[in-house]
Each structure stands twice: as C-alpha cells, then as structure tokens.
C-alpha cells in the first residue's frame, strides 16, 4: 500500500487536538507499516521535517505509534526489525531535529544492536543530540556502557556533564577514576556527577572521598554532596558494609553542626540506630 | 529585594529540643517525652513555581501556621516578583532558581506548584536541605520519582503533603470509616469491589496541540530550567502557563491533573495506600508522541481482586463489562463482623499544619501521594502502550514487558537526577 495513503488513518488535528482518532484504522496503518519493512519506513521518515519547517504531525504519529506497538511480549522479531530500519535512517542526510526525533523513538523499542547507530550523537552539541543519545542508550542498558567510555575522553560542554551523569545511570565500576577525577573538576555539576557516580557503585574505599569532598563544597554543592553521603551509606549498608556506612553517620554527626543542619544529624542518627 | 532572615526559626526551635534522636519517621519533640507545645515561632516559607495554582497551594502551606514568607522563585521572574508583592510587599527574594533559593538558612516550609515534571527533584531537593514541603499534585511524573521522593522524606524525616485534601473528608466519614476497616482487615475474601469513575478527568480539556512551530523564549522566561529533568524541546507557549498538561514531557493529561483529586480519597477508603494494581487492561487508540490525547476506559485490579475503572466518557466506547459494586459488612461472616465491630478507628489524619507542628506524618504523606500518582501513571502508560500491563506492586516494575519499563524510570536531563 501507498505509504501516504496508510498515515491517512492518523489524524490530523481538528481544532486543536486529535479527538477524531480511529483506533482500528491507527492499529491496522501500524500493521502496514511493520509488513511495509525498511522501504516504508525509510519513507515514513522522509516526510518528517524540522520543526516549524512544515506540516509532519502524521509521519511523526506513525512512527512513534509504531515504535510503542512493536514493544511487550510476543513482539520480538517485529521490534527488532522495527528498530534495524529506524536506525539505519540515522545515517542518512537528515537535518538534526529529525535525527533527534528519531533517536527519541528509539529510546522506546531499540535494543543494544541499535547503540552503534546512536552513540555517534552522544558528543553531537546541536540541538540536544547528545542528551538524547545518552537517554536512548540508558534506556536499552548496561551493555551501552562502552559508548559511553568511548566518548567521555573526547567531551567538552554539554555533552561531557551527560556523557558523565550516563556512566554513573548505568553505574559503571570501570569509570570509577573517571568519577573520581570529576570530583575535582572547576565546574560544580561535575563535581557532583562525579560523587553521584561514585555513590551508586558504592565502594567502601571512596568513603573518604565523597566525606572529604562533602566537607568543602557550599551552599547547593553542600546540599547534595552530603546527600550523596547519606544515599552511599544507605547503598554499602544494602550490601553488608556496616563499616563504611557507620564511617558516614559518625562523620555527618561530627561535622554537620550549623543549625540549618540539625536534620543531617537526626538522619545519621536514624542510621546509626538502623546499623545496631 | 534584600533578604529578611527570621530571627526565631522552626530550626533553631527544634534544634534546641532534639537530643539523640533516633528511631522515629519524623521526629524530634514529643518522641522524647517533652510535652507537646506548639512552636511559637515564625517559619519561614517560600513558594516555587508561581503560577495558576501557586498562590492556593501557598495558602495551604500556611494554614495554621505563624508564617513569613522569605522566598519566591519561578523561572518567569516577573510571575515570582508578583507573588512576593503581593504576599509580603515586595520583602521576599525573588529567585529564577530554586538551588538558590533552598540555600538560605531562614527557610522551614516549602510550597511547589510548578508543573509536575519538577515536583519530585524539588521535593527531595528541599527535604535534603532541610524544609517540610507541600506539593501540588500529582506527585510525580512518572513512578521511579515516587519511590525517590518516599526515600528522601524517610531519610530526612521531614513532613509532605500531597496538594490534595479529599482523604481528610473520607477518614472523618463513618460509612468510609467502615470500608477502610473492611477492606484493611483482610478478612474479605474473594473481593468483588468494582469502583468506578466516569468522566471528570477532563480528557479533552487538557489533550495537547501537536506540530505548533516553534517561538521565541520571552525574555523574563528561563526556558532551559523550564524544561529541567524532561527532554529539551524548542519553546512555543503551549508547552508552559496551564496548557503544559496536554504534553507528555510535563504532566500527562487530565489523567493527572485531576486523577490525584479522585483517587486519593479512594485510595484512603480502600485501603490502598501501601501498594498498587497488578494488572492494567486500557481501551486507546495509539498515542501521539509529544502530546496527551484521546481514551475510552482503563480498569486497575489489585492482588485482591479490587478494581478501580476509569472511564473518559469522552471519547471510544463504555466499559460495561461488569458492575459497578461496592464492599458492604454484609460480605463477611457474622464473626468477622463482630471482628471489625471491635476494630479501632484509624487515626486522625493529621493537616500539614499540624504535621510540621507534632513532627509526625501528615495525612497526605509521601507514600500514600506516591501509590496515588501510580494510579494515574499506570493508567496512562497503558493507554500510551496500548496493551495490558502486569505489575509488581513491590518491585514497582511491570512483568515480563521491558519496553514498559523504560517508562517507569525514564533517564533524565543532567544535570538533574534521582
């Protein structure tokens, strides 16, 4: 069937939103556009253009609708051929608000045979490619994770705090220097995705570290780096170190003294209590 | 606007009573055997997000309280300095961040009526520096905030209440008194509880615009911080001020701009306020990618056969596969009756005034608001996925479907995190 004759079943707006939408007739285009393969799609992804550069509000359905109903079980072998054909359009020449959308519906339904279509965007500046690469690439999983080893060396901006809040989502122990690093950077939200990072692998040896860093931040830094302690003695409390998590409460108790303070204490408090 | 620290602080209040705490959800005072005397000092309060609903959900953090307000912040500084004019003659700071505004030390309570994609990274972020906070609803974005906003409150022993107050009406009413005793019991077996709620969740109302070109940010608008935790996308003026509802990446319709008003009560009544439905069956057509739109009905049916049924009546057709059945004393044993006869009352739930006051829960706390909004995202992420979901209510994952689970804990924009 004629690609364009099928997004017809997905409606355009009347007024303002989309009340007149046909169920059957969207789920039966969304069928058309699976048995259609890459060719369809390949053209379904054609007619989405930038946005404010033309009318698209139908391609853009299909594909999502698409992406959403190859998903759950029983869909595998449509899911993954699904996904194949909407990231092989990523290398063509597209303008990068199209590439972003695409990248966005493969955050739904791609798997990690995807991630080498997606993770060229995660250093892509130009309209917020590399967080959405970074998010698709969380969403599929662990076994992203080199991607973004890959290309944390190379990032600058942007890109590099993501790059670096990504390691720390998919708690990466092989990155624990490059955490480690980041708690010394000059840019505050470094810093903090550094300690983050550190606090979700939870190493009884980095107690000192985020403690000792906790100490010298102010203001929103102090706020979340001592939260940070708190969150890594609950996480190494979880894995059966009481030692490190005590190590924590009894410093938070020592040094947290400000009277705008007095609920770190009550919290470490509660921790030691829970450790007895 | 120059900064007016209070003198006398709920801090310095507490900091002059609390010794050794230790157990305790929140804490210290009347755990330690003092009596209980209310604090006659001021607190110092702040409103973030002042827009449509921030000054009622202000006047609702203040309720009962001696308060001043120290603090308005809204990424539309000209919205923030309105509030402060009005509610303090221009005294209050204004802010167009709120880690700014959470770093002064004269700041006990905490209003948050932005647009629900910041409600939970504000909430904890105010628990971790200290403050009681009073949240609009819902709750959350999307569940895995839930559970961290749960966390933080836990761990902080701070007081939240949810912005919405229909349980407080329900736990002083005796017929919605019996059912929660009923249903809490776990004396009925074979539960055959069919509740339904037609209409009212303003589908239409707040179902988005899809394909608006984008606009230029005005120039009093922080647009990067508007857009926060959820994906950045080019601004047009639908995407903020009360029409932010129809798009996913900020509420998620009329779903969960009104379903928190409806379910938390229902919730109260049946007992429910510690777990989740198990199964989740929606009639929709498939969803749009930026924008909320249309549904027919969803049916939520928890582990013990309880069921809530939701239908738009306002687009597709009605659920009429079963009745609409209440619990009654009726569907247990003679025993069982005499059994829930000599049940207790549950206790007052107690307003966020009085929260902050006692140091214990308020009625509308973390957990309670938490399963509330899981209501509502359950629901729309059945209708955005289209088929039936099956959940674990203690996990809080969905099973065996883990493209569904991408939408549980969606990544979020750095430099935010939970």
Redesign the interface.
């Known amino acids: 069937m004629n690609t364009k004759e099928i997004l017809k079943a997905?409606p355009q707006?009347d007024g303002?939103?989309?009340?007149t939408?046909?169920?059957e007739a969207?789920?039966k285009a969304?069928e058309q556009i699976i048995a259609g393969g890459k060719k369809t799609i390949r053209e379904i992804v054609d007619l989405v253009v930038e946005?404010?550069k033309g009318?698209?509000?139908q391609p853009?359905?299909a594909?999502?609708?698409t992406a959403?109903?190859v998903?759950?079980?029983g869909k595998a072998k449509e899911?993954k051929s699904f996904s194949a054909n909407l990231a092989d359009t990523l290398a063509d020449d597209r303008p990068k608000a199209v590439k972003g959308?695409i990248i966005?519906?493969l955050?739904?339904?791609a798997g990690a045979q995807q991630a080498d279509a997606i993770a060229p965007f995660l250093n892509e500046p130009d309209e917020?490619l590399y967080?959405?690469a970074?998010?698709a690439l969380?969403?599929i999983g662990p076994e992203t994770v080199s991607h973004f080893r890959k290309a944390y060396p190379k990032a600058k901006g942007?890109p590099r705090?993501?790059i670096?809040?990504?390691l720390?989502?998919l708690r990466d122990s092989e990155s624990k220097d490059a955490f480690r690093d980041a708690t010394k950077d000059k840019h505050l939200?470094i810093r903090?995705?550094g300690l983050?990072g550190l606090m979700r692998i939870a190493s009884d040896e980095d107690v000192d570290l985020l403690l000792t860093q906790s100490a010298k931040e102010s203001?929103?830094g102090r706020?979340?780096a001592?939260?940070y302690c708190?969150?890594l003695a609950?996480n190494l409390e979880a894995k059966g170190s009481k030692k490190g998590a005590q190590a924590i409460y009894l410093n938070i108790k020592k040094t947290r003294t400000?009277?705008?303070?007095?609920?770190?204490?009550?919290?470490a408090?509660?921790g030691?209590?829970r450790l007895k | 606007m120059k900064k007016t620290p209070c003198k006398n602080t709920r801090r310095s209040f507490l900091a002059k009573s609390a010794t050794g705490a230790t157990a305790a959800t929140i804490l210290p005072r009347h755990i330690f055997g003092a009596p209980h005397v209310p604090p006659s000092e001021k607190f110092g309060t702040a409103l973030i997000g002042c827009g449509g609903r921030g000054p009622g959900t202000y006047s609702g953090l203040c309720k009962g309280l001696d308060v001043e307000l120290v603090g308005a912040c809204d990424v539309d500084l000209n919205r923030a300095q309105r509030f402060s004019q009005a509610r303090s003659k221009g005294k209050a700071e204004v802010y167009q961040d709120f880690r700014k505004l959470l770093e002064r030390k004269d700041l006990d309570l905490v209003a948050i009526a932005t647009p629900p994609h910041w409600h939970a990274s504000i909430s904890i972020a105010s628990a971790e520096a200290g403050m009681d906070v009073l949240c609009e609803k819902p709750m959350t974005r999307f569940v895995a905030e839930g559970r961290a906003v749960v966390n933080a409150f836990k761990r902080y022993g701070r007081v939240f209440q949810i912005g919405t107050f229909g349980r407080f009406g329900r736990s002083k009413d005796r017929g919605s008194v019996l059912k929660h005793k009923i249903m809490a019991s776990g004396l009925l077996k074979d539960c055959k509880v069919v509740r339904m709620k037609k209409g009212g969740l303003k589908v239409k109302q707040w179902s988005g615009t899809p394909g608006i070109p984008p606009q230029t940010v005005p120039e009093q608008l922080d647009w990067d911080m508007y857009c926060g935790p959820s994906p950045w996308k080019p601004y047009e003026s639908r995407r903020v001020t009360g029409t932010h509802r129809g798009y996913w990446d900020y509420e998620g319709g009329g779903m969960c701009d009104m379903g928190q008003h409806h379910f938390d009560p229902e919730q109260w009544t049946y007992a429910k306020d510690y777990t989740s439905p198990v199964e989740i069956t929606p009639f929709a057509p498939p969803s749009h990618p930026e924008v909320t739109g249309m549904w027919a009905w969803v049916e939520l049916k928890y582990a013990d056969g309880f069921k809530f049924v939701m239908e738009s009546g306002e687009w597709g057709p009605s659920d009429d596969r079963q009745p609409v059945r209440d619990v009654s004393i009726d569907d247990l044993s003679k025993e069982d009756q005499e059994k829930i006869k000599a049940t207790p009352d549950p206790e007052p739930l107690l307003s966020f005034g009085e929260a902050v006051k006692q140091r214990k829960q308020a009625g509308g706390h973390p957990e309670a608001a938490h399963r509330a909004a899981c209501i509502l995202h359950l629901a729309n992420l059945a209708i955005r996925l289209g088929r039936k979901l099956n959940y674990d209510p203690d996990k809080e994952v969905f099973v065996n479907d883990s493209e569904a689970n991408r939408f549980l804990n969606p990544p979020m924009s750095a430099p935010w995190r939970i």
């Open positions: 997905f707006p303002k939103i989309l009340r939408i046909n169920k969207c789920e969304v946005p404010g009318e698209d509000i853009r359905h594909l999502h609708a959403i109903r998903g759950g079980a899911r959308f966005r519906q955050q739904i339904c917020h967080e959405y970074a998010q969380e969403a942007a705090l993501t670096l809040q990504g720390g989502v939200e903090l995705a983050w203001g929103w706020i979340k001592t939260a708190l969150e609950e400000a009277k705008n303070e007095d609920h770190l204490l009550e919290s408090d509660r030691l209590a």
